[in-house]
Each structure stands twice: as C-alpha cells, then as structure tokens.
C-alpha cells in the first residue's frame, strides 16, 4: 500500500460531492435511495446543527445498523462532531432514524474496509485514489481501515 498526495476536492468534482446534500435539503433525498445516508450532527466547537451526506457502506437488516466511514481520516469535522456528540439524526432514503454513533474498533474497521472492498471493488479502488491510497489487496484494504479510516455504526435508538 503506497500513500500518495491528496489534492483538496475543487471545481466539479467539488459539486458532485455536495450534490446529494443539495438533493435532500430541497426534499429529494429520497431519490438517492439506500446507499446514501444524511446525518444530521451539532458542531463540536460551534454548537451549530451541522449536515454531512455519506455512503452507507454497509447495512445490518437484523439490527438496523447502518454503517458509514470517514474516507477523509479522523480529522474529517463531521466525524469529529459524532465523537463528541453521538446523538445524532439520519435520513436514509425517505426514512428518518434516530441514532447512536458508535465508532468501530481499529480492527473492526479494517474488517469492515475487506467487507466493502469485496462488495464493491470498483468504489472502494476509487475510494483510495481519493483518499490517495493506491491498494488492491485485502491485506492492503484491511491496513487502510484499521490504520486510515475509521468506520462507525449508526444504530437505532
């Protein structure tokens, strides 16, 4: 696994990223389906109500859990903001929950970046080029998650 330079996200890119928050804060988030969960958080500093739209990475039926990850590290604000306020509000789909953030284990979340490199190879390749990883092996996903990005489950309160 080789790190290489992350570039800030700008122009286009940058829109497409905000593009689902546009989506369910005019009503319509709805559209974006299972794969995208809006999670409604205060800010840590601020105290401020807060918005962040993320992948649902995988979902446990049984238990309701949602699970999300930072691919931007554990400096991302809005996984900070969870750290310090696990209480939180989310939108899958057209459904609104009330949850728990519970982050995972190091080792958890390196088992959990195997899961969806194995469920979905193509997005999780891309994910590492974005996040300026360059890995293609379950050793290398699994060191990626335990060491760079931390996943946390959103279970119903």
Same mark, same amino acid.
């Given at each position: ?5 992350? #570039? ?33 958080? *205060?800010?840590? /500093? ?13 979902? =446990? #039926? @049984? ?10 590290? #554990? /400096?991302? =604000?809005?996984?900070?903001? *969870? ?6 509000? *989310? ?8 949850? @728990?953030? &519970? ?11 195997? =899961?969806?490199?194995?469920? +979905? ?9 974005? *996040?300026? +990883? ?9 060191? &990626?998650?335990? =060491? ?10």
């Amino acid at each position: 696994m080789t790190q290489t330079e992350r #570039k800030p996200v700008t122009g286009l890119k940058k829109f497409f990223f905000r593009a689902p928050l546009f989506l369910y804060r005019i009503g319509l988030g709805g559209l974006l389906g299972k794969r995208f969960v809006l999670v409604n958080h *205060i800010g840590r /500093k601020s105290g401020k109500p807060r918005q962040t739209v993320l992948e649902v990475v995988n979902h =446990d #039926k @049984t238990s309701n859990t949602y699970f999300i990850a930072s691919g931007f590290g #554990k /400096k991302s =604000d809005w996984y900070l903001n *969870i750290l310090a306020h696990p209480q939180v509000n *989310i939108q899958v789909g057209w459904r609104k929950l009330a949850v @728990t953030a &519970v982050p995972l284990t190091p080792e958890q979340s390196g088992q959990a970046m195997v =899961d969806y490199a194995r469920r +979905y190879p193509t997005a999780a390749k891309n994910l590492g080029k974005v *996040i300026g +990883y360059a890995v293609s092996t379950e050793e290398e996903y699994r060191a &990626v998650g335990r =060491d760079s990005i931390p996943f946390i489950a959103l279970e119903v309160r």
